[in-house]
């Protein structure tokens, strides 16, 4: 109880700080470096709610949310912009971007479902390979180098008059997505995705269509994407084919197994650590500011070496090695669990 209680209180306060941090920090760190926290964790967390709670790792996530971002700058876009430039209200692109991904995702997923393990982890590498390739190759849908995104919903205004509205917009969308999350697996819907997890076999016995329940949960997990490249393709302003390659799908694998694999915060964890290490620990690395992904994977193998189930999992180990001399029980620990799934 008082690991949990622990848990609540240090969410609820980076909640709140996250909430008021354009009156604590400089302008750069906020629409910078926390939204993109912010939105690589919703990327991030789309992945991370597959693995938790489906044992299915998914590299098409980036994929997906590329197609929305391709999706709303196409529609959205004006005759200033590379693409169709179909000039519609930006909150069509926004419901065609959501609509599309996730038409998509469902697809993918209905292919894959039958598949588990390494072979589930490359069929959807493969989609993702599709995808970027697809959009390097079709012009007329992301032009030559990228398709500008430079009309956003009205409540948004202009980011230069009004830097922060982004900000505000994409932290409500991460709060809603965990939100999201954690009532989803609460329901029976979730709960069954779980079975599927844990005894495909047995679930089937019993009635359970399981690639159903994986196709469903393979497009949830692309809807969630989708926000996320929504909200990047605005904030970057532009969304190009450079931006879905495999460097940042990887980035995505890497931000999930850094926060944790087993735990949604951990999104969000991961997500900052990464945004950290690539905006401010470069400065330091002068003319080797190009081997940033180096400083990266030995940064994300120190922290799988130590902890299987990332920085959530250290972070569950010392409050849970605390509430242990404090005489309070120790319980099963998010390490075994990740130990045991390897």
Not at 58 to 73: D, E, K, N, P
Not at 126 to 147: A, D, K, M, N, P
Request: glycine letters at 14%; proline letters at 4%; one cysteine or more.
């Amino acid at each position: 109880m008082r690991h949990v209680s622990l848990d609540r209180i240090i969410g609820v306060g980076a909640i709140v700080v996250c909430a008021i941090s354009p009156l604590l920090f400089g302008n750069y760190f906020v629409t910078t470096t926390l939204t993109t926290t912010l939105y690589l964790g919703i990327a991030a967390a789309s992945l991370i709610f597959l693995s938790a709670y489906g044992g299915m790792v998914s590299l098409t996530q980036v994929a997906l949310a590329g197609i929305a971002g391709f999706t709303y700058g196409n529609l959205v876009g004006t005759g200033g912009s590379k693409g169709m430039n179909l000039g519609l209200s930006p909150w069509l692109g926004i419901l065609f971007g959501l609509l599309i991904a996730t038409g998509i995702g469902l697809l993918f997923g209905l292919i894959a479902s039958r598949s588990v393990g390494i072979y589930f982890l490359m069929i959807t590498l493969v989609f993702s390979v599709i995808v970027y390739y697809f959009f390097g190759q079709v012009t007329q849908l992301s032009g030559f180098g990228g398709v500008q995104v430079n009309r956003l919903p009205g409540v948004m205004g202009d980011p230069a008059v009004h830097p922060y509205r982004l900000f505000y917009v994409t932290f409500g969308c991460a709060l809603c997505v965990y939100a999201l999350i954690r009532f989803i697996v609460r329901t029976p819907f979730g709960l069954a995705f779980q079975g599927v997890r844990d005894e495909p076999v047995r679930m089937a016995s019993l009635g359970y269509a399981v690639p159903i329940h994986r196709t469903l949960a393979f497009g949830l997990a692309a809807f969630i994407a989708a926000i996320s490249g929504l909200l990047s393709a605005w904030s970057d302003g532009i969304v190009a084919p450079s931006s879905i390659d495999l460097n940042h799908t990887i980035d995505v694998l890497v931000i999930a197994v850094l926060g944790g694999l087993l735990r949604i915060e951990g999104a969000w964890v991961g997500a900052f650590v990464f945004v950290v290490i690539n905006n401010y620990i470069q400065d330091y690395l002068g003319s080797y500011g190009d081997r940033i992904r180096t400083v990266v994977g030995l940064i994300f193998l120190v922290i799988v070496l130590a902890a299987p189930a990332g920085l959530m999992g250290l972070w569950e180990r010392a409050t849970r090695g605390l509430a242990g001399r404090r005489g309070g029980p120790a319980g099963p620990s998010l390490e075994s669990a990740a130990e045991q799934g390897a």
